[in-house]
């Protein structure tokens, strides 16, 4: 439940960005999935679950970085570049305001590799906001000094080790600490 504290003096605007009152605004404008499902369709296993109704409970084991095995690193390193590789099966992005897109009737979007894609979602979480008279409004970054910066790491960790699990099919892939 988020707070309903006034926000500090670093927001001298409200109501100007969809960034504001994450979680609530992306939970509010999403479909709710039901039991453990979890997805852009709900089509996936919520996190720390498996099987085919999502009703195993997984326990991933994260491995500290520097007790890694020289194995374990060329592995995450070649995850990664595959990741970087791969274009995502599931997203796009877009490459043009609602506004150029003549209010969503031409379509600008464009295919993002499985790695870009959240090289793009945290530079979208912490970008300058743009305000209404074409000012730029450069002193905020709602990613990094809003109360949602534990949650909203957290979750797109988690978000980008399921995307590597998905490019690389294993499922045991976790992110070192």
């Known amino acids: 439940v988020p707070s ?12 100007i960005d969809d960034r504001e009152n994450w979680p609530i605004v992306f939970y509010n404008r999403t479909c709710q999935c039901q039991g453990n499902f ?5 089509g996936e296993c919520r996190f720390g679950y498996t099987g085919p109704n999502c009703t195993v ?3 991933m084991i994260r491995k500290d970085i520097f007790r890694m095995t020289t194995a374990e690193k060329d592995k995450l390193i070649a995850y990664l570049n595959l990741a970087k590789h791969t274009i995502s099966p599931d997203y796009v992005i877009a490459t043009g305001t609602y506004e150029q897109m003549n209010n969503g009737s031409n379509p600008m979007f464009a295919d993002i590799s499985a790695y870009d894609l959240f090289v793009w979602i945290h530079y979208y979480a912490s ?3 743009f305000l209404e008279d074409g000012s730029v409004w450069a002193d905020i970054d709602f990613a990094h000094e809003a109360p949602g910066f534990l949650p909203w790491h957290r979750f797109y ?6 995307e590597i699990q998905k490019v690389t099919g294993d499922d045991n892939f976790t992110i070192p600490f």
């Open 157 to 162: 960790l988690l978000l980008w080790e399921r």
């Open 38 to 42: 979890m997805g852009y369709n709900c």
């Open 57 to 59: 409970r997984r326990n």
């Open 127 to 129: 970008r300058d906001a």
């Open 4 to 15: 309903n504290s006034p926000v500090g003096a670093q927001f001298p605007f409200s109501g």
